[in-house]
């Protein structure tokens, strides 16, 4: 991602719309690609703070890529639009500094990190926030605490990241990260994929504790309608082709159930 104005376009104020006065994340005409292909066509997006909003989309609709463009991945070019998060300008800002704000992604195929215990990891991305740097014991004692709430074996938290964990014991971890980090806005991307029932059940636990501990903000990414069973969606916004198509409440979400992304692909093409 581009650190620098070079090459980004900012439209004029009032051409994409005034921001929500209580938007915790606000997007407008960002427009980002890859490699010279444009990949995401002057989106806007609003994420009130302590909403639950659920990005919707066919594969391909470029839902993650937005996810990862506003969570500063470098693998992206941004070349319009601006990302304002809890009122500040954080479009040219690193990773590490949107995460330091209070930002949190997870990832459809978390990271492994083969050396390092996932308890030493935990240790290393909670003392780089000050508000959230504990004694060990104490630390111990969270972690723990943490991992039984997720139904997860404690003996996991001595085996390298990530390294030879299934995909359910993999979204446990991102859960345990998420409720120790207690970040402002959670982007969970395709948090479902390739989960069992049970597996699907912790993470939904997870999301539960979150909201009721953190009083989190959650901007959950899915193509399909399974994991939304299990939250209390304020607003649903719809992707198709790179562009924000339709948003409306949670009655879209039934209705995308049965009828399919097709209905909007005829807006993707006016736009």
């Not at 539960?208 to 399909?224: A, F, K, M, Q, S």
């Amino acid at each position: 991602m581009r650190n620098r104005d070079e090459g980004r376009t900012t439209p004029p104020v009032g051409e994409m719309g005034t921001p929500m006065s209580d938007a915790l994340l606000s997007v407008r005409g960002l427009t980002a690609g890859v490699d010279g292909k444009e990949i995401l066509h002057s989106v806007d997006l609003d994420v009130e703070e302590g909403g639950v909003h659920v990005l919707m989309g066919p594969n391909g609709a470029g839902k993650s890529t937005l996810g990862h463009v506003i969570m500063g991945e470098p693998t992206y070019d941004v070349t319009g639009g601006t990302i304002m998060f809890g009122g500040e300008d954080v479009t040219d800002l690193s990773p590490d500094k949107r995460s330091l704000a209070g930002m949190f992604l997870s990832f459809q195929a978390p990271v492994e990190i083969p050396g390092v215990p996932l308890s030493s990891f935990l240790r290393a991305i909670s003392s780089a926030r000050p508000e959230l740097d504990m004694k060990r014991k104490e630390f111990r004692k969270r972690v723990r605490q943490l991992a039984d709430e997720l139904d997860m074996d404690r003996a996991y938290l001595d085996r390298e990241l990530g390294v030879g964990f299934s995909g359910g014991e993999k979204k446990k971890v991102e859960m345990l990260q998420l409720l120790l980090l207690k970040p402002r806005l959670a982007i969970l991307d395709e948090a479902d994929s390739g989960l069992d029932v049970d597996a699907l059940s912790v993470v939904s636990r997870g999301m539960e504790l979150y909201r009721r501990e953190c009083n989190g903000t959650l901007l959950v990414i899915t193509h399909n309608t399974r994991i939304l069973e299990h939250l209390d969606v304020d607003k649903v916004h719809v992707m198709v082709r790179g562009r924000m198509v339709a948003e409306g409440d949670a009655s879209m979400i039934a209705d995308i159930d049965s009828n399919g992304f097709e209905q909007f692909e005829s807006l993707a093409q006016a736009r």
